[in-house]
Nanobody, 115 residues
Framework: QVQLVESGGGLVQAGRSLRLSCAAS????????MGWYRQAPGKQRELVAS???????NHADSVKGRFTISRDNAKNTVYLQMDSLKPDDTAVYYC?????????WGQGTQVTVAS
């Protein structure tokens, strides 16, 4: 089985930064994609950014230039550096791992950006 443990969420003022971390453990295959999703109340869950085992990334247009996803394959950990945060970034952020053996989710961590 796979477990995802997230950290780094919290309350921050607009214009500040946060760094989210997600550590994966268990049966992790070498070929996989890890990513961050977010969901605000009353809205659909959306992809924020993703990164595969080779380091190829994808960022949503709404966060390009502000957020950066990265990973440490040796630690099976994915990060999301969030700069220039806006109130619209407020949401529950979920870590995800997708591989041939299954798709897994973290418990979610709250990010609140105050204006």
């Amino acid at each position: 089985q796979v477990q995802l443990v997230e950290s780094g969420g919290g309350l921050v003022q607009a214009g500040r930064s946060l760094r989210l971390s997600c550590a994966a453990s268990g049966n992790i295959l070498s070929l996989n994609v890890m990513g961050w999703y977010r969901q605000a109340p009353g809205k659909q869950r959306e992809l924020v950014a993703s990164i595969n085992n080779a380091g190829s990334t994808n960022h949503a247009d709404s966060v390009k230039g502000r957020f950066t996803i990265s990973r440490d394959n040796a630690k099976n950990t994915v990060y999301l550096q969030m700069d220039s945060l806006k109130p619209d970034d407020t949401a529950v952020y979920y870590c995800n791992l997708d591989q041939w053996l299954g798709n897994y989710w973290g418990q979610g961590t709250q990010v609140t950006v105050a204006s």
